[in-house]
């Protein structure tokens, strides 16, 4: 596995992960629905055996889950049977704290009914868009001469 420094921004349940700092556009987004965090403990550094690299994962839950059998389930799960969709480390205990804070209420957010209604109600918006947008073009290739 490759490991490589990426930069993160966590927004209403949208995970997106940028190549460098100055990217404007995310070179990947992750809607966190059905999703969970774990943490993977640590990895002592390979170069340097005195540092290690706190670890934690999001992965998909499986379709069987719901959230209140959730963590049973977790538990009579092998470590084969949770594939992660992405895997992060920092040297900062802190930050992994944090950042597992933070995600799991974005997991737990995406999963409610409030995200659900949301994510209609912008779906339904930018398909009101997309059709004034056409509609407008539309009428201005008409009217020209």
């Not at 921004?9 to 997106?16: A, C, E, I, Q, T």
Request: glycine share 2%.
């Amino acid at each position: 596995t490759k490991w490589d420094l990426r930069y993160v921004s966590l927004n209403g349940g949208v995970l997106s992960y940028y190549r460098e700092h100055s990217d404007y556009a995310p070179r990947y987004e992750l809607t966190l629905v059905r999703c969970a965090v774990r943490d993977d403990g640590y990895k002592v550094h390979s170069r340097n055996p005195k540092e290690s690299f706190h670890v934690f994962s999001i992965y998909q839950r499986s379709s069987m889950d719901d959230y209140d059998s959730q963590q049973h389930h977790q538990q009579q799960q092998s470590e084969h049977d949770i594939v992660p969709l992405l895997r992060f480390s920092t040297t900062s205990l802190a930050e992994k704290n944090t950042w597992l804070q933070f995600l799991s209420q974005a997991c737990a957010y995406c999963d409610s009914e409030d995200f659900f209604h949301k994510q209609h109600r912008d779906n339904n918006n930018n398909n009101n868009n997309n059709d004034l947008r056409r509609s407008s073009t539309n009428l201005r290739q008409f009217l020209q001469p």
